[in-house]
């Protein structure tokens, strides 16, 4: 039976702004307190969904969460109408306040881990929302998360995230890579660590994935042991600022792609893989050297949170490349002698996601990788398929109801809020996802 890895990206939020919320990541810090502009931002998102739709591949959309998140603040003791709490909040405490606006769902990237039935024990697509627990702004994500994917995947087993507990830290995909010789064999899960979960934190930028969150989703998935690999991330890739390792790896297929400072040990990653995948397929491993590409340029243009992708018809992976690599004479270089060779990765597209990667995330950040059979695709929930009738309705709606720009001073703005709860109230409608997914719809 025909299956395919679709994609599914976060739309971005009519609250999308630069707050400088997370730790490790060097251009959300960078940029910390510019004007965002919402408005373009989703559009540039919506554009390059568009663009792996008309290039063959199947594409699903995954809805902003709501922001502000009310509950969180009604948790934090404040009290009273919508307006009043939202006003108190941001007099007492901003800090707080600007977490519950973050609109950082949109790199569904993080959404949850991802496993396609041929590799799970039951037989059915399995899918972990990630607890996200290291950041306070990305913690309150899952149970919202949750629900799109059951409405995304009705016929998938959808888990409840892991306990939001240290030793349980999970970030999602983007510490994990799929590797097989075609979308329908089996293939090889490779989890990616920060640390193990019962050891004192680390210096400097936080370890955001533990080893025992990798290997209870594993179990949980229902996976082959012997198909699935558990590798540390190098201390030097996350010092420089890979907070995830999607920042300094990308794979598809039989294809690795990384950075050369992107594993603790990089040959036992390779034994671990070639032993995983022996009489499934022979991997590639595609390796930057520091010489080649300084770690500082792969995180900077962001090399590597590229999506590695096959489009129908093509015998060969394509690179679709923030434009910043472009940009970057070091990566730029590097894309060009990639592609001039006979490797597995033999072009290179190049996209404008700027207003996202201003924050912290390139094109794989927005994206969630879903290997799915043809049936499976046939079932999935429509309101969140993109094609073009849907790409115009979304494009539509973000145009109506997004700010043009949005700069820190105008956050605390109560109508901020009601715009925005119109907007997802209508958005419920378009995506049909019930009259009920958001929590202020479920208020009273």
């Given amino acids: 039976m025909m299956s395919m890895e679709s994609n599914f990206d976060g739309l971005i939020g009519p609250t999308h702004n630069y707050g400088g919320l997370s730790d490790g990541n060097l251009a959300s810090a960078k940029n910390a307190g510019l004007v965002a502009r919402p408005r373009e931002a989703a559009l540039q998102g919506l554009q390059k969904m568009k663009l792996m739709h008309d290039l063959g591949l199947w594409q699903g959309v995954l809805p902003p969460q709501q922001r502000p998140f009310l509950p969180g603040l009604r948790q934090f003791g404040f009290s009273g109408t919508d307006t009043e709490i939202y006003t108190k909040a941001w ?4 800090i707080l306040t600007k977490n519950m606006m973050s609109a950082s769902s949109m790199w569904s990237a993080n959404a949850a881990t991802v496993s396609p039935s041929v590799d799970c024990a039951d037989g059915k697509l399995n ?3 990630a607890n996200l627990s290291t950041m306070l702004h990305r913690s309150i994500e899952h149970p919202q998360t949750e629900r799109a994917l059951k409405r995304a995947f009705p016929f998938a087993n959808v888990h409840p995230a892991l306990h939001g507990q240290s030793v349980l830290a999970d970030e999602g995909a983007a510490n994990h890579v799929r590797l097989c010789a075609e979308r329908a ?3 090889v899960e490779l989890f990616v660590f920060g640390r193990e979960g019962f050891d004192p934190m680390r210096p400097g930028f936080p370890a955001r994935q533990t080893r ?3 290997t209870a989703i594993a179990r949980q998935h229902g996976l082959d042991p012997d198909r699935t690999v558990f590798v540390r991330q190098s201390d030097a890739a996350i010092d420089a600022g890979a907070f995830h390792n999607d920042v300094v790896c990308v794979g598809a ?4 792609f ?7 040990d990089m040959a036992d990653m390779q034994a671990r893989i070639r032993a995983a995948s022996k009489d499934l397929f022979d991997p590639h491993f595609e390796e930057v050297s520091q010489k080649d590409v300084p770690i500082k340029d792969a995180i900077t243009s962001y090399l590597f949170n590229s999506m590695l992708v096959q489009f129908p018809g093509d015998d060969g992976l394509t690179l679709i490349a923030p434009n910043e690599v472009e940009d970057t004479p070091s990566t730029r270089a590097y894309c060009e002698k990639l592609t001039a060779g006979n490797g597995p990765i033999q072009s290179v597209r190049f996209v404008d996601v700027r207003q996202s990667m201003r924050n912290g995330g390139g094109p794989a950040c927005l994206r969630l990788r879903v290997t799915m059979t043809a049936d499976e695709w046939a079932q999935v929930n429509p309101g969140q398929v993109l094609n073009a009738d849907s790409f115009a309705r979304l494009s539509d709606w973000v ?6 720009t949005l700069s820190p001073e105008d956050l605390p703005d109560p109508s901020l809020m009601h715009e925005s709860f119109a907007a997802l109230d209508e958005l419920t409608q378009i995506m049909n996802l019930g009259s009920d997914f958001y929590p202020f719809q479920r208020a009273n």
């Fill in 253 to 256: 297929l039989n294809t690795l």
């Fill in 258 to 264: 990384y950075h050369e400072l992107a594993f603790e």
């Fill in 91 to 94: 007099a007492e405490a901003p």
């Fill in 399 to 404: 145009t109506r109801h997004y700010r043009e």
């Fill in 127 to 129: 899918l972990t929302p």
């Fill in 185 to 187: 064999a089996k293939g």
């Fill in 212 to 214: 025992e969150s990798c």
